[in-house]
C-alpha cells in the first residue's frame, strides 16, 4: 500500500467537485486540497500570471508526502500544464485529457459543445484534443466568466443563473451538439440549471468525475491505494476567508469540514 497523499489544487472552491468524486471512487486515499481563494479567479488571468500560480500552488502542495497532484482547475490544466508538466518530479494530472475522452466516446453525432473560463477556452486545448482523437469532430467553444463567481457565491439555481446559461449557452444548443464538456470544476454545481436549458438528449461532461475514473484505474494498476479509512485523512487549504470555505464547501461536498481548513500564504511559494 501506499499511504502517501493525493494533492489536488483550484483556484478557488470548484475543485471540491473533483474531490468529491475522488472520495467516491477512492475512498481510502488521503487528499490534501489547497484552494486559491485569494486569487480566484484564474480564468480572466494572463498565461504568464497563470504559469505562476500554478507553479507556486504544485511548490506548496510538494511540501506535503503526495504522490501526485491533480490540477483541479480547466484554466490551469489547459494553459499551464502542457508547459510545466516536466518541470516537476512528481506525476501530475490534468482534467482535461480525461474530459475529452469521455466526451468524444459519448457523441453521436460528432459534436461537442465545450464552455470554460476566459482562459481555458483562449489556450484551445480541449478543441486541440478533441480533434486530435478525430478530425471531423465540430467543437463549439463558449467562455462564460460569469459562472465561477456565480458558485463562490452559492447562486446554483437562481433565475439570474438561468438568464446567464441562457445567454451564454444559445449558440451552442442551435448548434445541435450532443454533448457539453463543463470545462471548469465550478461548473458542475450549475449542471440541473445547465441540463434543463440544454435538453435531455445532451450529455453533460463532468471533468471532476472523469478525472476520478481515471485516477481509480491509474492508481489501481500501481497497487497504489491507500489503507487508510479516518476522519483526519483530508485537510484543507486556502489563501484567504476560512469562514466562507468551510461553509460553501461543506455544501460542495456533501459533508462537514469545519475546523479542518487552514489558511496559508501561498506567496511564499
Known amino acids: 500500500m501506499n499511504n502517501r497523499s493525493i494533492g489536488v489544487f483550484d483556484s478557488g472552491l470548484g475543485g471540491l467537485t473533483a474531490v468529491k468524486q475522488i472520495m467516491k471512487e477512492l475512498p481510502n486515499e488521503n487528499i490534501i486540497y489547497f484552494g486559491d481563494t485569494g486569487r480566484v479567479p484564474y480564468g480572466t488571468r494572463s498565461r504568464d500570471t497563470i504559469l505562476k500560480y500554478t507553479r507556486g500552488d504544485i511548490r506548496f502542495l510538494k511540501t506535503f508526502d503526495v504522490k501526485m497532484i491533480v490540477i483541479a482547475c480547466g484554466t490551469a490544466s489547459s494553459a499551464a500544464l502542457p508547459a510545466i508538466k516536466d518541470e516537476f518530479d512528481i506525476p501530475i494530472v490534468g482534467v482535461i485529457d480525461a474530459a475529452v475522452y469521455a466526451a468524444v466516446r459519448?457523441?453521436?453525432?460528432?459534436?461537442?459543445?465545450?464552455?470554460?473560463?476566459?482562459?481555458?477556452?483562449?489556450?484551445?486545448?480541449?478543441?486541440?484534443?478533441?480533434?486530435?482523437?478525430?478530425?471531423?469532430?465540430?467543437?463549439?467553444?463558449?467562455?462564460?466568466?460569469?459562472?465561477?463567481p456565480l458558485v463562490e457565491n452559492g447562486y446554483f439555481d437562481s433565475p439570474v443563473t438561468k438568464l446567464l446559461v441562457e445567454e451564454y449557452l444559445e449558440e451552442i444548443r442551435s448548434a445541435g451538439v450532443d454533448t457539453l464538456i463543463l470545462g471548469c470544476t465550478h461548473?458542475?454545481?450549475?449542471?440541473?440549471?445547465?441540463?434543463?436549458?440544454?435538453?435531455?438528449?445532451?450529455?453533460?461532461?463532468n471533468p471532476g468525475a472523469e478525472v476520478a475514473k481515471y485516477l481509480k484505474k491509474k492508481l489501481a494498476g500501481e497497487t497504489a491505494h491507500s489503507g487508510k479509512t479516518d476522519k483526519t485523512q483530508y485537510h484543507y487549504y486556502v489563501s484567504d476567508d476560512i469562514a466562507g470555505f468551510e461553509q460553501l464547501g461543506g455544501i460542495f461536498l456533501e459533508r462537514e469540514i469545519n475546523g479542518q481548513v487552514t489558511k496559508i500564504d501561498i506567496e511564499k511559494y
Open 187 to 205: 461548473y458542475p454545481l450549475l449542471a440541473k440549471t445547465i441540463s434543463e436549458y440544454m435538453g435531455d438528449g445532451v450529455t453533460l461532461i
Open 106 to 148: 459519448s457523441t453521436k453525432n460528432k459534436k461537442i459543445g465545450v464552455i470554460g473560463t476566459q482562459g481555458t477556452i483562449k489556450s484551445g486545448e480541449y478543441e486541440k484534443q478533441i480533434k486530435a482523437y478525430d478530425s471531423e469532430m465540430q467543437v463549439f467553444n463558449r467562455a462564460c466568466p460569469m459562472f465561477v
